[in-house]
């Protein structure tokens, strides 16, 4: 049979050219039924049929011995189909990509970087998982990986934040500052029925214990509450509890009726309502302490006679005067 060419792209420029040849003089001496060549003087591709491996490849149309497209179930180099309703594509007789009807692999278990429009998927070092952002990974810039051993990262750039979002709204933001949440009455929840809360409700902030004792520990040496960055308005140690400011200290009552402080010079213990009643719960005593000149006074009271300038006491319905 004769080779008979057939011009396909008249209106293309030489030195490209376009042939069907029909026959079986095939350059590299394999049996083949229909051949077309498109080339130029540089260059030339074939599509043929390959009857000893029987299949159809495009590739170099002089030899054909290093196809670029080789149609078969399972070629060294080339795109086949390995079984029902799967396509694939091998490489050096590698699985390199293939298609199912529910799956893309793209040569799976591989140290390699792969790009998908404006994502980078693969692996920065070996036995990872990454996906990062194309323009960031340049800088060494992920947003996650996967660790072989099991571990995971979550990433952004310096300057940037991981936000956590629910129906596209920001209920949690990591910073390189810490951990913000930023609405009101959400904040930070644990225990199995959230038991304790910490959040701001728009107007306090609230530490919220639900379920047993509120117990505050420290490896330190204190704690200590300070208000406005004055300084310690009170501590905590082993030692006792502890205020370091004159004129304040421990307040009682409605009225703060009960107030025990030292004002700089003095110690002080105040009371402005009813009497001040000293008791011993081990002797069952009790000693009233009346104010000034009073007109009704209990056995066992202590006051003061503005009189006689004299502290007095009364035992068993007799008054004592201290000098």
Not at 56 to 85: E, H, K, R, S, V
Not at 132 to 142: E, P, R, V, W
Not at 150 to 178: D, P
Not at 222 to 250: E, H, M, P, R
Request: glycine share 10%; charged share 15%; proline share 4%.
């Amino acid at each position: 049979m004769v080779d008979t060419p057939l011009s396909l792209l008249p209106d293309l420029p030489a030195p490209i050219s376009t042939d069907i040849l029909f026959g079986t003089d095939d350059p590299a001496g394999a049996p083949s039924s229909v051949k077309i060549e498109i080339g130029n003087l540089v260059t030339a591709f074939g599509l043929t049929y390959d009857a000893v491996n029987s299949r159809i490849q495009l590739a170099d149309a002089g030899t054909f011995a290093l196809p670029a497209i080789a149609l078969d179930t399972d070629p060294d180099t080339g795109a086949y189909w390995p079984a029902a309703n799967t396509w694939a594509v091998s490489v050096a007789g590698a699985l390199h990509t293939s298609f199912a009807a529910a799956s893309l692999s793209v040569l799976p278990d591989a140290d390699l970087t792969a790009t998908l429009g404006k994502a980078k998927i693969g692996n920065l070092t070996e036995d990872n998982a990454y996906f990062a952002h194309f323009d960031l990974l340049a800088s060494g810039t992920y947003a996650l990986v996967a660790l072989g051993s099991g571990s995971t990262f979550l990433n952004a750039s310096t300057g940037q934040t991981i936000q956590q979002r629910i129906n596209n709204v920001a209920i949690g933001t990591v910073s390189a500052t810490g951990i913000h949440n930023p609405a009101d009455s959400q904040g930070f929840y644990t225990g199995a029925s959230d038991d304790l809360r910490m959040y701001h409700d728009g107007t306090n902030s609230l530490v919220d214990n639900a379920t047993g004792a509120l117990v505050l520990r420290t490896a330190g040496n204190y704690v200590a509450l300070s208000i406005a960055g004055t300084g310690d308005i009170l501590a905590a140690s082993t030692s006792g509890v502890k205020n370091s400011f004159d004129s304040q200290g421990f307040y009682t009552g409605v009225g703060d009726d009960l107030r025990m402080y030292h004002d700089g010079t003095d110690s002080i213990i105040a009371n402005t309502t009813g009497l001040m009643r000293v008791t011993s719960t081990n002797s069952g005593l009790t000693i009233p302490i009346h104010p000034a000149d009073p007109a009704n006074i209990e056995d066992g009271a202590i006051w003061y006679d503005s009189a006689t300038d004299k502290l007095m006491v009364r035992a068993n319905g007799v008054s004592v005067a201290v000098h």
